[in-house]
Antibody
C-alpha cells in the first residue's frame, strides 16, 4: 500500500527557516517524481515544487523560488522541502504528492499534509 | 503561466442529480487536464487524468471530457459521498496550476 507521511510542520516566526520531510513507503520511491503542494487556510491548492526521480529536473513556483529548496534521498525514501525566509503568506497545509508520468502526468497519491504556520 | 478558471465555485445539488463542473485554461493544454476530489478532512484523491481517464477505484458515475482550452467533469447521479471540493489541474507545462475549486453542496 502506497503511503506518504509528511512531518516537520509547526509554528515559526517570519524570516526563519523550517524543513519538511515526507516519508514514502509501499512503492519504489526512486522511480517516481515527487511534489510539494500547499493549501492556505480556506483557500485552494497551490503547486509549490517538483523533483524528478533522479533529482535531474527541479521546478518551483515563482512564489517560493529562491527561498524554498526541494530535495530527495532515494536511499531513505524521503522527500524534503527546505523553507527559508518564511513569510505569513507561506502559512498553509503542505502536502507531499507522487506524480505519475514525466509529461502530462498527474498526482496519483497524496499524503495527509503537515501544517506550517508563520507568525510572530 | 497557464491560468485555470473553474466554475461554478459553489454548486448546490440533490442526491441522484447529474452535475457538471467546468474548467477553462488560458491557453491550449492538449488534454493534459486532471481532476481531484478533496474531502472535508483534507484527504485528496485523483478522479480523472488526461481529460477522460478514470483513476482506478473511482466509480463510473464520474466522467471527464474536453479539448483545447475547455474541460468538464460530470457526475451522472450524485451519491452522499460525492459532496466535497473538486479541483482541476493542468499538467501541460510548469508551473503546474490548479483551478480555484468547486464546492459541491447538498441542496
Amino acid at each position: 500500500e502506497v503511503q506518504l507521511v509528511e512531518s516537520g510542520g509547526g509554528l515559526v516566526q517570519p524570516g526563519r527557516s523550517l524543513k519538511l520531510s515526507c516519508l514514502a513507503s509501499g512503492f519504489t520511491f526512486s522511480n517516481y517524481g515527487m511534489n510539494w503542494i500547499r493549501q492556505a487556510p480556506g483557500k485552494g491548492l497551490e503547486w509549490v515544487a517538483s523533483i524528478s526521480s533522479s533529482s535531474s529536473y527541479i521546478y518551483y513556483a515563482d512564489t517560493v523560488k529562491g527561498r524554498f529548496t526541494i530535495s530527495r534521498d532515494n536511499a531513505k525514501n524521503t522527500l524534503y522541502l527546505q523553507m527559508t525566509s518564511l513569510r505569513s503568506e507561506d502559512t498553509a497545509l503542505y502536502y507531499c504528492a507522487r506524480r505519475l508520468g514525466a509529461a502530462g502526468g498527474y498526482f496519483d497519491f497524496w499524503g495527509p499534509g503537515t501544517m506550517v504556520t508563520v507568525s510572530s | 503561466d497557464i491560468q485555470m478558471t473553474q466554475s461554478p465555485s459553489s454548486l448546490p445539488a440533490s442526491l441522484g442529480e447529474r452535475v457538471t463542473i467546468s474548467c477553462r485554461a488560458s491557453q491550449g493544454i492538449s488534454n493534459n487536464l486532471n481532476w481531484y476530489q478533496q474531502k472535508p478532512d483534507g484527504t485528496i484523491k485523483p478522479l480523472i487524468y488526461y481529460t477522460s481517464n478514470l483513476q482506478s477505484g473511482v466509480p463510473s458515475r464520474f466522467s471527464g471530457s474536453g479539448s483545447g482550452t475547455d474541460y468538464s467533469l460530470t457526475i451522472s447521479s450524485l451519491e452522499p459521498e460525492d459532496f466535497a471540493m473538486y479541483y482541476c489541474q493542468q499538467d501541460a507545462s510548469f508551473p503546474l496550476t490548479f483551478g480555484s475549486g468547486t464546492k459541491l453542496e447538498i441542496k
